[in-house]
């Protein structure tokens, strides 16, 4: 637990802050469309997206400086990189780099990226899927689990941290008992809810 303190440390921060995605952001112009990538690009952004592996260190200032080198550097290349990054998020096994892919999707995703994040609501590493809830959150302006008690979906809240646990993982520590147990029933319920009101939701 301890490696990926830091890492679940500013997570929880972003989550409790309610920081704002690209999707909230007027674009300046660095988030634009881009036309088809070339053959070298691609190998280039696939080489980038492999970089996103460094987030399993975050102890490490080393491995944090190329993470978030990889990051900013395919944030740049706006959503006309989109759909490699859905492939990674959908493909790789390397939970770092599912973790990584999400928060390059916090910067350049669009509408497409919704279902694949849903998709890893219950992935097998409790930081992917605590990040992908996130971003959910904002890019739909929705959540399914309650603040508190239990949802008419049948979600309850997370539990709050053990107030005698000095642990800086305490939070999380909830969340991953709670995710063992509900992380199906969330990506099903988020499921259903797109299916639902997809056709109403705005994402610019």
């Known amino acids: 637990m301890a490696r990926f303190a830091l890492l679940s440390i500013a997570l929880v921060m972003c989550v409790l802050a309610g920081c704002t995605s690209v999707f909230d952001r007027e674009s300046d112009g660095l988030f634009e469309e881009g036309g088809p990538l070339s053959e070298e690009e691609q190998a280039e952004v696939k ?37 490699l990054l859905i492939e990674a998020l959908a493909g790789s096994e390397d939970w770092a780099i599912r973790y990584g892919v999400i928060n390059v999707l916090d910067g350049v995703g669009t509408r497409s990226s919704v279902e694949p994040l849903i998709a890893v609501l219950d992935d097998n590493h409790y930081l ?47 969340w991953i008992r709670w995710h063992d147990k509900h992380g199906t029933a969330l990506r099903e319920t988020w499921a259903e809810w797109w299916r639902v009101h997809s056709g109403r939701v705005i994402i610019e």
């Open 47 to 83: 080489e980038q997206i492999a970089n996103l592996s460094a987030a399993a260190s975050p102890e490490d200032p080393d491995a944090e400086a190329v993470f978030n080198d990889a990051v900013q550097n395919l944030t740049l290349r706006g959503s006309s990189i989109e759909p």
């Open 128 to 174: 992917v899927a605590l990040k992908a809830m996130y971003l959910l959150r904002v890019i739909c302006d929705h959540q399914e689990i309650p603040n508190e008690g239990v949802s008419a979906n049948g979600l309850p809240a997370v539990p709050p941290a053990n107030p005698d646990d000095l642990d800086v993982d305490a939070w999380m520590k909830s």
